[in-house]
Structure formats: C-alpha cells, structure tokens
C-alpha cells in the first residue's frame, strides 16, 4: 500500500473536467441516443408467442443492459459530484438531466415488463430455459410477475415522467435545502460555520459542553428549515400514496418488501427478536450513563465516547488497520480494499462545502467504485471506512455477471457493510494496546448495536406511523415533531432523558426516492451479518469462500432463499436472528464487566 495516502478521490480517472467536462456530456447525449432507440424498438414489439420468436429479445436485451451499466456509470459521477461540493450548482443540473434519462430507462423497463407478463406461461417458461437466456431467468420471472400487479404501461409511463419534477424533484428539493445550512461554532478563538456534515461529527465530540451547545445549535437549525422540510416530505408522502393508490396497493410495505425481496414474516420475526433482546442494550446504557456521571443519557450522549482520552486515529492508520484484518479473513478483500486506497477511490477529506454522511457508488463500467465520507480520526470513521469498503467488495464480487444479476437489493448491500465493519471493530477490540483502548473500541462497537437496534427501529416506527397519517391529508410540523419523538421514545424503551425531534428533518434518508423506507434494510443488514459472522467464527478459515458465494447470489434470490441455500438458516423464525443478538449480548457482557469497577 502507498505510504502517502490522498484524502480526496479521483474522478478524472473517469470523466476529466468535472461537472464542465465535455467528455461527459458527449457520454450523455450518445446514451441518450441510444436510450430512445431502445425506447423505439420495445414499443414496436409484440409478446412472443413461440419459443422461437423470443430469440428476437436477445439483442434487446443485451443492449439494455450495455445502457444501464452505462446510466449507472453517470449517475455514479454525478452523485460524486453533487457530494464534493454542494456548491456545484452545474453538477445539480446534470442530475437534473439524469433524472431525465432515469424515466427514460423506467419507461423502456416497463415496456419490456409489459411483454414479458404479456407472454403465456408455456413460452414464457420456454424463453426463461433457453441457454442464452436461463442465467437471467431469477430477474425476468420476478419482473413478469411485479408487472402484473402494476397500472398499465401507458400508466407507469406518465407517472414515471410526472416524477421526474414531482416525486424526485422534491427529493432534490431536499439536497438544496441542506446546502444551506450553516451552522456557528467557535475553534482557536473564533467562530467558523460549519456544513451539516461537520457539525454532525461534533455531535459526537468527548467533550459534553462541545456536543450539548452543538445539539441546541443543530436543532436550531433544522428547525429554521422545518417548513420546507416538511413541505417535501409531505409531498414525498403524498405521490408515493397516491401511486400505490392507482395500482391498488392498500399495504405501504408492499413496495420496500418487495424491493428487498424479504417477506413480511421475515421482518416481523428480526423486529420481534430484537425487541425482546433490548434489555441487554439498556443495561448498557444505564452503565454509560454512570460512568459519564448522569442519571440518564441524553441523546447527544448516547453515541459519545465515555473517555475523553480517545486517540486521534490517522487516515493512513485506518486504512492500514482495515487491510490487515480484512486480509486474516479474506485476502481476496484485502487486496480490493489496498487497491481502493492505492487508486485514489476515496474522498475522506474534512473541508467545508461536503454532503454529510458517507456512501459507495458503483461504476459498473468501469468496473470501480468511489467511496465519499468525512474523516476526522475517530474510531467511528475507522468503522465507516470499514463499511463502505465492504460495499465496494461487495460490488467488486458481482462485476463479472450479467448487468440484470447485479441489481442486489438494500438490505444485502447492508450485510456485506456490515460484515466488513465487523471484521475490523472485532479485530481492533481484540487487539487494544490496553485496557483503556479496548474499552473504547468495545463501546464504540456497541453504539452500532444501539443504533440498528433502537436508532433504526425509531426511523421505521416513525415512517411507518407517518404514511398511515398521511393518507389523511398534511402533517405540520408539529405533527412530525411529536412523531418522531413518540417513536424515538419507544424504539429507546423511553431510557433517554432528551430526545431529537427535528431528526425527521435532519436525516437525508427519509427524502431519497431510490428507496422507500431506507431504515429496515439497515438493520436487517447488521443482524443478517452478524448471524453470518457467527458462523464464520464456528467454520474459521474456510468460510470465506462461502461468503463470497453468497455476495454473488445476492441479485438473483430471495433473502429466505439465499439464507436456505448458504447457511442453512430460516429467517421466517427466530433461531437465527437469536444468535445474531447473542453476540451482542456477549460484547455487553464484557462491557459491564470491564466498566464494574468504575462505578
């Protein structure tokens, strides 16, 4: 590995000039081109009546999936670009225009759909079982019977192009409300203004007094914004009722199920096993909030460090932390993670002007990923880092397959994060120079179990609670304000003694379009790998091949499916979910024993 590793990413590599780049916009308009080409040949095709006549799809499907490998390498561009400065307002065009391009795909997908629902079932399972075809046969199946519960193509169409400036219009709507806020706090003797993503780090600053003015600023600031923040997630609401309205669609996690190609049995049964597993989490809480010297935790406390003393952990440390442990697992993810940090694939940078919050886009073209976060030295970011390498590995398994077997869902994109996270939390814990280190690095990794186990519960309890208020009309402010505090309050078994109203408005999850209820997958994720990391434990060595088997089944199943097939798991019962929380309950074990003489 370099031994002078950069901050920032390099998008040259890919598109030169940045959001002026002329090399891009010639990208575009040939997609563009070649999209309504495409669009032009589906809307002139019949449904096959005859196995024969399917072979005349194969062309067509090939070059869908040249445009959407394609489409996907833009919009990985112009997501980097629109993170890196939040000022690039030609950057926030070209999303316009990619949105623009992203109906255009939706629209020729539906058509396809449409024939492929529109086949009788003989020809259909003739088509499916043809060589050139069977390879695709999970993603055309499931595409065929989504069709059949969908308006007509016509239908899909309009409200596909009325979403560009409705639906994901507000959603961008959101992103320039955020560019704005500016946020004061005094450094050295002086006041700066911080973006959201910098002061959301000093949020969980060692320091009380730091992160407690913080939060008053913090909440002061959303709260300055919250009309229009809850102008766009009302009408974020509103188009996705109405558009499950007009298919007929009564259960609004009919959608995310789906997407997530999960069942409801399977959600119920985590949620079940994780509620009936929070006593552990509150006992550590109760611990923490004896060893900061309070009652109760408020909730600025809840993710912060109980030592000031924490060290401050260099880039080139991390990065060379998360090599070594990825390669005593995998050395096959080691080297991917080296050649990340070699090539230049991630923006870690803390400057002014950045998104908050961290991410992985793939650029299936090009067969890279790129990495945005906001390094600051912390254990925490060292667990970021950690995370969204593992996205990047996951991505780096499927590069090979055909493009329709790539679209893996969510909440396994979130198991193979999580999983890599683990990897280095365990090994750092582990390895501690000393009992104060290990102590640290313990209860940072127990705040993740916090937050997927009541932080994302409280996200879920609130949007869930809000579409069923929504279909009645328009939530004030208020309204969402004491939504959000009623579900953090249960999601947290009511053991803090603050709460943050304003998340609603805060959390950029709750406005993007890609995905409906972008919270569940998250914690299914973490519990999905950490039941995954228990086997790996019992199997030792050998288990990473298996784990790389099941990444690359992850497009082409259902999550039931692939848990059956690779680890031998029900995930519609409660065993498996059980063994994923007594490794949690093992960290908080050791945690209340190390801290028992504290106290």
């Known amino acids: 590995m370099n031994k002078d590793l950069k901050l920032t990413w390099n998008l040259e590599s890919v598109f030169p000039g940045g959001?002026?780049?002329?090399?891009?916009?010639?990208?575009?308009?040939?997609?563009?081109?070649?999209?309504?080409?495409?669009?032009?040949?589906?809307?002139?095709?019949?449904?096959?009546?005859?196995?024969?006549?399917?072979?005349?799809?194969?062309?067509?499907?090939?070059?869908?999936?040249?445009?959407?490998a394609r489409f996907s390498e833009a919009s990985a561009?112009?997501?980097?670009?629109?993170?890196?400065?939040?000022?690039?307002?030609?950057?926030?065009?070209?999303?316009?225009?990619?949105?623009?391009?992203?109906?255009?795909?939706?629209?020729?997908?539906?058509?396809?759909?449409?024939?492929?629902?529109?086949?009788?079932?003989?020809?259909?399972?003739?088509?499916?079982?043809?060589?050139?075809?069977?390879?695709?046969?999970?993603?055309?199946?499931?595409?065929r019977d989504q069709a059949r519960e969908m308006m007509s193509p016509d239908m899909e169409s309009l409200a596909l192009d009325l979403a560009i400036d409705g639906y994901h219009g507000w959603s961008s709507m959101y992103d320039t409300i955020v560019s704005h806020i500016q946020i004061p706090f005094e450094e050295n003797g002086e006041t700066v203004s911080l973006s959201a993503g910098q002061a959301a780090n000093k949020l969980d600053s060692p320091d009380k007094e730091t992160r407690e003015s913080m939060f008053v600023k913090w909440e002061q600031a959303w709260s300055d914004k919250a009309d229009f923040c809850g102008d766009t997630l009302n009408h974020l609401g509103g188009f996705r009722l109405k558009l499950y309205g007009r298919r007929g669609w009564d259960e609004v996690l009919k959608e995310p199920l789906e997407i997530n190609r999960m069942s409801r049995e399977t959600l119920d049964a985590m949620w079940n096993v994780i509620q009936d597993n929070k006593q552990m989490l509150l006992q550590y809480m109760e611990r923490k909030a004896k060893l900061l010297g309070q009652d109760r935790l408020s909730w600025v406390d809840v993710e912060a460090p109980i030592s000031k003393s924490s060290g401050t952990i260099s880039y080139q440390e991390a990065a060379e932390t998360?090599?070594?442990q990825f390669r005593k697992f995998s050395p096959r993810m080691a080297d991917f993670a080296e050649m990340a940090f070699d090539k230049s694939w991630i923006e870690a940078e803390d400057r002014p002007g950045k998104r908050p919050g961290g991410f992985c886009t793939s650029l299936k073209l090009s067969k890279e990923t790129r990495i945005f976060m906001t390094f600051s030295g912390t254990a925490s970011n060292v667990s970021t880092l950690a995370h969204e390498l593992g996205h990047g590995y996951h991505q780096h398994l499927m590069n090979e397959l055909p493009i329709l077997n790539q679209r893996y869902a969510m909440n396994v994109a979130e198991t193979a994060s999580t999983f890599a996270e683990m990897i280095v939390s365990?090994?750092?814990?582990?390895?501690?120079?000393?009992?104060?280190?290990?102590?640290?690095?313990?209860?940072?990794?127990?705040?993740?179990s916090v937050a997927f186990y009541m932080n994302i519960h409280a996200r879920f309890l609130f949007e869930t609670r809000f579409y069923e208020k929504r279909k009645n009309g328009l939530l004030s402010v208020q309204e969402l304000n004491t939504l959000m505090e009623e579900a953090q309050k249960e999601a947290y078994c009511d053991a803090l003694s603050s709460y943050h109203p304003h998340f609603w408005?805060?959390?950029?999850?709750?406005?993007?379009?890609?995905?409906?209820?972008?919270?569940?997958?998250?914690?299914?994720?973490?519990?999905?790998?950490?039941?995954?990391?228990?086997?790996?434990?019992?199997?030792?060595?050998?288990?990473?091949d298996k784990y790389d088997a099941l990444l690359r089944d992850t497009g082409v199943m259902t999550v039931e499916e692939l848990a059956k097939k690779h680890l031998n798991a029900d995930l519609t019962g409660r065993d498996f979910w059980q063994s994923a929380a007594d490794l949690t309950a093992e960290d908080v074990k050791q945690f209340l024993a190390m801290t028992d003489h504290l106290v």
């Open 19 to 68: 959001s002026a780049s002329a090399e891009f916009d010639t990208f575009l308009h040939s997609l563009e081109q070649d999209l309504k080409s495409l669009q032009g040949e589906i809307k002139a095709a019949k449904a096959p009546a005859s196995p024969k006549e399917t072979e005349s799809f194969d062309g067509f499907i090939e070059a869908l999936q040249g445009t959407i």
């Open 322 to 324: 998360i090599v070594e």
């Open 426 to 448: 365990d090994a750092m814990v582990k390895s501690a120079a000393d009992e104060q280190e290990q102590l640290a690095l313990l209860e940072d990794k127990i705040q993740r």
């Open 77 to 143: 561009f112009v997501s980097c670009l629109q993170a890196q400065n939040q000022q690039d307002k030609k950057a926030v065009q070209l999303g316009g225009r990619l949105a623009t391009l992203r109906a255009l795909i939706s629209g020729i997908m539906t058509d396809f759909d449409h024939i492929l629902r529109s086949t009788d079932d003989e020809t259909f399972a003739q088509w499916i079982g043809r060589d050139q075809v069977r390879q695709l046969a999970f993603v055309l199946s499931e595409s």
């Open 505 to 544: 408005a805060s959390k950029l999850h709750f406005y993007i379009t890609g995905v409906p209820f972008y919270n569940f997958p998250y914690t299914f994720g973490y519990m999905f790998s950490t039941g995954i990391y228990a086997r790996a434990l019992q199997e030792g060595a050998g288990f990473a």
